[in-house]
């Protein structure tokens, strides 16, 4: 797939320090998210000395970690709640027309995946980088009918067998 398919929002970039005998020593972390708004997206964070380094790392760690979406009408096909570090984050799937209601960091990753209508909360800790993972990892969690249907191997939906 063409890399101009993809389009990137850097959601944070943080800088950190170390002290040596001479004074203090810069370094920068940066955390991207990349997508094509068709259902594909991918995070990534890049440390390094300069910012422009470290948000190139981030890009190219966010294009190899891409992860396929199950889209729904424009939203997510169920609820779900995921916790990373002590910060969880609940997606519920919206009706047409509501619009992407989340923080900065969800919000960016939502909208690069496709999404348009959907309804967050972050819970607990708001650290950005563990509501990003979390955000990601509650997308990779999602399954649509047919693969649940699969996996369990039912032959029909619970409202054909009534």
Do not use: C
């Not at 797939?1 to 004074?23: A, C, H, N």
């Not at 966010?62 to 609820?79: C, F, Q, S, W, Y």
């Not at 999404?115 to 967050?120: E, G, K």
């Not at 047919?146 to 009534?162: F, G, N, S």
Request: glycine share 10%; aromatic share 4%.
């Amino acid at each position: 797939m063409p890399e101009t398919d993809f389009e990137e929002k850097m959601i944070l970039v943080r800088r950190t320090s170390k002290t040596y005998q001479g004074g203090r020593r810069f370094r920068f972390g940066a955390l991207v998210a990349v997508g094509d708004r068709q259902g594909r997206v991918g995070l990534g964070l890049g440390k390094a000395k300069e910012v422009p380094m470290a948000v190139q790392k981030a890009n190219n760690y966010a294009k190899r970690d891409m992860i396929e979406v199950p889209l729904h009408n424009g939203t997510i096909p169920h609820e779900i709640s995921v916790t990373w570090g002590s910060s969880t984050i609940l997606l519920r799937p919206a009706a047409p027309g509501t619009g992407v209601i989340a923080g900065q960091v969800p919000r960016a990753i939502l909208e690069l995946a496709g999404i348009t209508d959907i309804l967050t909360k972050e819970l607990g800790s708001r650290n950005p980088v563990n509501i990003a993972y979390a955000t990601m990892e509650a997308l990779r969690q999602l399954q649509t009918w047919d693969d649940v249907k699969r996996l369990r191997k039912t032959p029909a939906k619970p409202e054909e067998v009534a």
